[in-house]
């Protein structure tokens, strides 16, 4: 009987320990009105395009107060591409790249979040574009938490180089200079504003 009750007790003790370590995940949400997500590209070897998707979604969890164990999940609509130029921007949706039609969604899921020291990250997971998924790394500021009247606010700034060639986004023209229309590596800046998502009571 004794050995019984340690038993039961050690059981709940570990039960008990689990249900803290549960509570204990802080959860957030892309506060999407004061985010964006850019990305930058060369044209013609001589300048740069802007360009950027106004249609995205992510949330972010985590339990050490370090976010070194964050899981990061972010999601982007294709077709919400944006250069400010209608004709481009619907060959961007075609099947010469993101194939919106077909593929209508950007997917990245983190794999870890590393501390570099001060307010520097790299958080690394797999991006999905197309049919195609590869690992990412992104080079991750964190610019600190802020508390407002409607909850907690974190802020952080994401970068990363990516070349279209490793997602089928192919489409290309040489010049008769020499030089391709449009660079190879496309440059991928996310400036997120996070709302901390309160456990229902």
Known sequence: ?????????????????????????T?????KAHSNVKFTVTHMAISEVDGSFKVFDGTMEHAKADFTDAK??????AASVNTENGGRDNHLKGDDFFNTEKFPSIKFEST?????GGNKYQLTGNMTVRDVTKPVTWDVTFGGTQATPRGKKAGFKARA?????????KWNRAMEAGGLVVGENVEVVLNIQMNEVKAAQ
């Open 1 to 25: 009987m004794q050995r019984f009750t340690f038993r039961f007790m050690g059981l709940t003790a570990l039960a008990l320990a689990f249900s803290t370590t549960q509570a204990q995940v």
């Open 27 to 31: 959860k957030w949400a892309v506060d």
């Open 72 to 77: 990061v999940s972010f999601t982007i609509d």
């Open 112 to 116: 870890s979040m590393k501390a570099l």
């Open 161 to 169: 180089t990516i070349n279209r060639f490793d997602y089928n986004l």
